[in-house]
């Protein structure tokens, strides 16, 4: 597996974003990687603390290392949103080839220092590192974050010291997007982010990609933002499609885990055709 530099390079080059698409089980990472062969396009498994319970991190390795195998394109298995610098630790440890310090909940000085302690410890072992400046609202059905989470906008000339003095790999913004679905419309500052993408080398991260509309994802883009985390979308979908399904028929559970990574697999290439599109 990779991390995530070559990656988000190539998507910068390009002018798209790379997909990171939550993975909780067996029947997500292989739909993931279904739509990602289909688009001949890399591809970010996102692993968040809160899917522990599902998983544990040597698992979810186990079973993305197998699949990425077997899988012509790259990629990276990405721990997304984390501040507890144990967990990081362990994931470095069970194989995953990125990290995300999430620190938007701390001032901005121990942010800045934590994150610079993680890239020295996950750069040495060639590990790339997503850090947050700013923080998202929670909207509905989210499952990032808490129900308490209120929206800053990232400051673009802090987000510009912030990449500087601590070697991130990749900095995700607070712009408008909200963890979740939006409970009103929503409000992208289109602006901030163009002044951000002007200040700070490191690539773009935009969070919350649930439920934004295409034309703002396209927008987002063309400004800089080089990857998309998308979560609540596609499980509402899969969801969804679940249900109608067992509305009709019985099926074993073998066959309903076959249908289940057909249901992400679609709902992951819908992403791709917007961030990536055709190679
Ligand atoms: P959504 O659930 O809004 O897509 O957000 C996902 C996310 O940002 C994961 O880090």
């Given at each position: 597996?990779?991390?995530?530099?070559?990656?988000?390079?190539?998507?910068?080059?390009?002018?798209?974003?790379?997909?990171?698409?939550?993975?909780y089980?067996?029947?997500?990472v292989?739909?993931?990687?279904?739509?990602?062969?289909?688009?001949?396009?890399?591809?970010i498994?996102?692993?968040?603390e809160?899917?522990l319970?599902?998983?544990?991190?040597?698992?979810?390795?186990?079973?993305?290392?197998?699949?990425?195998?077997?899988?012509?394109?790259?990629?990276?298995?990405?721990?997304?949103h984390?501040?507890?610098?144990?967990?990081?630790?362990?994931?470095?440890?069970?194989?995953?080839?990125?990290?995300?310090?999430?620190?938007?909940?701390?001032?901005?000085?121990?942010?800045?220092?934590?994150?610079?302690?993680?890239?020295?410890?996950?750069?040495?072992?060639?590990?790339?590192?997503?850090?947050?400046?700013?923080?998202?609202?929670?909207?509905?059905?989210?499952?990032?974050?808490?129900?308490?989470?209120?929206?800053?906008?990232?400051?673009?000339?802090?987000?510009?010291?912030?990449?500087?003095?601590?070697?991130?790999?990749?900095?995700?913004?607070?712009?408008?997007?909200?963890?979740?679905?939006?409970?009103?419309?929503?409000q992208?500052?289109l602006?901030?982010?163009?002044?951000?993408?002007?200040?700070?080398?490191?690539?773009?991260?935009?969070?919350?990609?649930?439920?934004?509309?295409?034309?703002?994802?396209?927008?987002?883009?063309?400004?800089?933002?080089?990857?998309?985390n998308?979560?609540?979308?596609?499980?509402?979908?899969?969801?969804?499609?679940?249900?109608?399904?067992?509305?009709?028929?019985?099926?074993?559970?073998?066959?309903?885990?076959?249908?289940?990574?057909?249901?992400?697999?679609?709902?992951?290439?819908r992403?791709?055709?917007?961030?990536?599109?055709?190679?």
């Amino acid at each position: 597996m990779e991390n995530m530099s070559r990656m988000l390079h190539q998507a910068r080059e390009r002018k798209s974003a790379v997909g990171a698409f939550n993975a909780y089980n067996y029947e997500t990472v292989k739909g993931i990687l279904a739509a990602a062969r289909a688009f001949e396009a890399p591809v970010i498994v996102a692993f968040g603390e809160k899917y522990l319970a599902n998983m544990s991190l040597s698992d979810i390795y186990a079973v993305t290392d197998s699949l990425s195998r077997q899988h012509p394109f790259p990629v990276c298995l990405h721990l997304d949103h984390c501040s507890s610098l144990p967990v990081i630790e362990a994931a470095i440890g069970a194989g995953f080839s990125s990290v995300m310090f999430d620190g938007s909940a701390l001032s901005y000085e121990k942010n800045l220092r934590i994150t610079r302690e993680v890239c020295k410890m996950a750069h040495a072992h060639g590990i790339t590192v997503e850090a947050e400046l700013g923080s998202l609202a929670a909207g509905n059905e989210s499952h990032e974050g808490s129900e308490e989470d209120r929206e800053t906008y990232t400051d673009p000339q802090q987000a510009h010291e912030f990449s500087e003095s601590t070697g991130c790999d990749a900095l995700a913004v607070s712009i408008g997007t909200v963890h979740g679905l939006y409970r009103k419309a929503p409000q992208i500052r289109l602006d901030i982010l163009e002044a951000i993408a002007k200040q700070v080398a490191a690539p773009l991260v935009l969070h919350g990609g649930s439920d934004t509309p295409d034309s703002l994802i396209r927008a987002c883009i063309e400004r800089g933002i080089t990857k998309i985390n998308v979560n609540t979308e596609i499980s509402g979908s899969v969801i969804e499609k679940t249900a109608e399904l067992l509305h009709t028929e019985k099926p074993h559970l073998a066959v309903l885990s076959l249908r289940q990574q057909e249901f992400v697999s679609e709902a992951v290439s819908r992403a791709l055709s917007l961030f990536w599109g055709k190679s």
